[in-house]
């Protein structure tokens, strides 16, 4: 159960908020520099601004009444919503007067926030794994057929990666020696080719302009209260780390990599915050193997586990090369080379600048593609060790 305020609020993201910002996004592709939203559609800014203020207004008023994780989650993605739309058509006191410092919406998103442990602004889970259809539609920014395309491909290859670090933590009580390793290694590479094929399609489908000037946008940072906060990213839930962790490719005690995690933790679910945190302190796999390598190497049923093993490291390893290769490279880093200066502010959802970004996500890639580099530390060795047993 939800309050009367926060289903007109609800109701609203649900329907004349889509609308309008489908509206804005019309109106900028219309343009001839696709990126510059100034004086475009006052009206509608104006509009969208006062009404979300008069709907979070009252809500704070009511105060945030106890109506359990699920309302009060939903309730913080809503208000994300409209702070993330706010800054995405850069809505400044010309358009929206005093309204536009978003005070309510602020001292809302950082109430509940707080309350449920989570960011104080939507992030991923909001628009994927936890977003409610109503008569067979979710909540989105806008209509456009690219966002449903983006959401929908991020949301099963989100829920693949869940399938596959599932499968790999039942590994842990067993060892991966257990006659039975191999069936949940077999489940976790089904689960990953999930996740390839979703890449695939997902590049296949996805118009690169309408994401780059219409949907990315809504990602990017900005400020709640006097802070600024990152965008939502696809890989903030905890599946992609414990497979990172329990295949032993990335390891927490690398300051890049545990940086990595400190700063994704509050944009996860409080339950993937738990699971992240119990998966830092077990041992890898990798290290599971290789600490029994010496006495069981030339034993056949050790290098069947060791063969169902690097099916997935295999297999983790190449969704990897797809996110960076494939979607980065054609999404991100291409169009951007055709963005006029003055749009380079924010072009990431991260913060960072690009060039930055991608050096540190092609390090990311490396890693978890056991890739032989002399600059970072990675498995390319002990993985190599592993795959002559099954040469």
């Known amino acids: 159960m939800i309050t009367p305020n926060a289903q007109a609020f609800d109701d609203w993201i649900r329907g004349r908020f889509c609308e309008i910002n489908t509206e804005l996004e019309n109106l900028y592709f219309a343009r001839e520099d696709k990126a510059d939203v100034h004086g475009v559609g006052p009206e509608l800014k104006r509009e969208l601004c006062h009404t979300g203020r008069d709907l979070i207004a009252s809500l704070v008023k009511e105060g945030n009444t106890d109506e359990g994780f699920e309302a009060g989650f939903n309730l913080l993605g809503n208000v994300g919503f409209y702070m993330a739309a706010c800054a995405r058509h850069e809505i400044g006191e010309a358009e929206a007067g005093p ?16 309350s449920l442990g989570v960011t104080p602004r939507f992030a991923t889970s909001h628009l994927t794994t936890h977003n409610l259809a109503v008569n067979g539609r979710y909540k989105s920014f806008t209509s456009l057929q690219d966002e449903y395309v983006f959401v929908d491909y991020n949301n099963r290859g989100i829920l693949a990666y869940k399938r596959a670090a599932e499968a790999l933590l039942k590994v842990l009580p067993l060892g991966v020696t257990h006659p039975i390793a191999p069936d949940l290694f077999e489940a976790a590479h089904d689960a990953l080719e999930a996740v390839r094929r979703s890449n695939e399609q997902l590049s296949a489908k996805l118009d690169v302009d309408r994401f780059f000037y219409s949907v990315r946008p809504y990602y990017k940072p900005h400020k ?3 802070n600024t906060y990152r965008g939502a990213n696809a890989g903030d839930f905890a599946g992609i780390n414990v497979l990172d962790l329990l295949l032993g490719l990335c390891q927490s005690n690398q300051a890049s990599y545990s940086q990595l995690l400190v700063e994704k933790f509050l944009y996860m679910m409080p339950q993937d915050q738990l699971i992240l945190r119990d998966c830092m ?6 290290n599971s ?3 029994a390598l010496p006495e069981h190497g030339n034993a056949p049923w050790f290098q069947a586990n060791v063969a169902s093993f690097l099916k997935v490291v295999d297999a983790f390893g190449e969704t990897s090369r797809q996110h960076h290769n494939m979607l980065v490279e054609r999404f991100i880093r291409v169009p951007s080379q055709a963005l006029a200066t003055q749009h380079h502010d924010n072009l990431t959802a991260s913060g960072p600048p690009l060039p930055v970004l991608l050096a540190g996500l092609e390090k990311l890639r490396d890693q978890r593609c056991a890739a032989p580099r002399e600059d970072i530390p ?4 002990d993985v190599q060790a592993l795959r002559a047993l099954i040469a």
């Open 99 to 114: 309204s536009a410092h978003l005070r309510e919406a602020s001292a809302l998103a950082m109430e509940v926030g707080a």
């Open 224 to 226: 709640v209260g006097f």
């Open 281 to 286: 302190r077990q041992t890898s796999l990798l």
């Open 289 to 291: 193997f290789m600490t």
């Open 378 to 381: 990675t498995r390319y060795a």
